[in-house]
């Protein structure tokens, strides 16, 4: 069964001088303020679409990576997943870098890293941002 989840932007004024809150309509879980100033040089207590598709990319990063370590016969213990999404003003979105320290036991750093490789590539998140470079930097603590 599909799941469709929905959020919303309403947006007052031009582009520089504008401001406006970005609102999870199916969780209801929260309503973040948005200004270009916080997308262009990152204005505090503002979010932009960039954090705010690091946190998609760091959540089903984790899902995925949970997942596929458990089917392994390794399930972990904690995983934390950073993802670091970089926007340019003239280039646009030019990348994503997740950064993830697990506790797993009883893999070897090797099978560690192939599955978290093999993740990045399949992770549904990473598979929507095919567009531009996804890096990975994963280490087991």
Known sequence: MAVTSEATTLWNG???SGSGH????????????????????GEPAHTNPEELLGAAHSACFSMALASALAGFG?????????????FDPGAGITGSHLLV?????????????????????SCPVSRALAGIPITLEANLA
């Open 22 to 41: 970005t609102r999870l309509d199916s969780s209801a879980a929260a309503e973040f303020p948005v200004t270009w100033a916080a997308r262009a040089s």
């Open 101 to 121: 320290s697990a506790k797993v036991a009883g893999i070897s750093e090797r099978d560690f890293a192939r599955i978290a490789a093999e993740t990045k590539e």
């Open 74 to 86: 390794t399930p972990p213990q904690s995983l934390q997943v950073t993802a670091a999404v970089t």
């Open 14 to 16: 031009d582009l520089t």
